[in-house]
């Protein structure tokens, strides 16, 4: 698998401390793409008196989020990017692309063996994945999708690992510190992961922080990645990176998928299926 490869070379090299300043520089940026969400623009020299660091930081921060398509550069600072995809209620977004999802959802669910455990995060396209998981036997789901454990409760076959900690009510997920904690506890044969966005260039994104880290531990608690995603989720990018498509081993998607960006997903190493 790609992640048993890629950690094996990232134990080699890992280096504590670039590492958590690469993470408070991360979590710096995605404060400050909040803040301009919020507000709509910023100026360099109020981010700096807000995050009390240099000019040349607060620069580099706001040119890094330009280069990923979130922000627009501007005079003195920086305005949100209406391009950037936002997320919306879950149930607004279960009714978005049903036919696709459904589709997905249970040849997703073709790949999943007796026996198996595999992680579901809570997006509304791995919900379809569990209405087809019920018939497996001894199968054990970890999710942190309240939607997810909702839909799977009636199943014999099937036991609930429920993460704890934060609901978030626009997605029916639980996130959170505690989130993070617990997943870090599990190993799991698959991860099926939605996300907000999956531009090929920069990879799949999430819509909010939190989100993002929980979605981040289940990719190093798996040792297969299937991303499942309607067609019309590509080419566009969210706030937050989840993982590049280097990580992920499947892509599942539609036939409207175009085929240029068949092409990309394919470049990556990536086993494609559409339905």
């Not at 639980?174 to 044969?189: C, K, N, P, Y």
């Not at 979605?215 to 937050?240: C, H, P, Q, W, Y």
Request: hydrophobic share 40%.
């Amino acid at each position: 698998m790609k992640k048993e490869v890629a950690e094996s070379h990232a134990a080699e090299s890992r280096v504590e401390e670039p590492l958590q300043e690469g993470m408070m520089a991360e979590e710096r940026r995605m404060q400050i793409l909040q803040i301009l969400r919020s507000e709509g623009r910023a100026k360099v020299n109020e981010l700096v008196r807000r995050f009390n660091t240099s000019a040349v930081t607060i620069r580099s921060d706001l040119n890094e989020l330009d280069q990923r398509g979130l922000v627009q550069r501007s005079h003195g600072g920086a305005v949100i990017q209406d391009t950037v995809f936002r997320e919306s209620p879950v149930h607004e977004r279960i009714k978005s692309q049903s036919k696709e999802k459904q589709r997905i959802g249970a040849m997703a669910a073709t790949l999943v063996r007796e026996g198996e455990t595999i992680i579901l995060d809570s997006g509304t396209t791995t919900l379809e994945v569990a209405r087809h998981l019920k018939n497996i036997p001894n199968l054990q789901v970890i999710t942190n999708g309240v939607n997810i454990a909702s839909e799977l409760l009636g199943s014999r076959n099937t036991q609930i690992i429920m993460m704890g900690g934060t609901v978030r009510n626009d997605s029916a997920s639980i996130v959170g510190r505690a989130t993070e904690d617990m997943l870090e506890q599990f190993s799991a044969d698959k991860l099926f992961l939605c996300g907000a966005g999956c531009d090929p260039d920069f990879g799949v994104s999430g819509t909010n922080l939190e989100e993002t880290m929980a979605n981040r531990a289940m990719l190093r608690a798996a040792r297969e990645i299937i991303v499942v995603a309607d067609a019309s989720k590509f080419g566009k990018r969210s706030m937050s990176l989840i993982a590049s498509f280097s990580e992920v081993d499947i892509v599942i998607s539609d036939v409207s998928l175009p085929p240029e960006l068949q092409d990309r997903i394919r470049s990556f190493g990536c086993k494609l299926i559409l339905v």
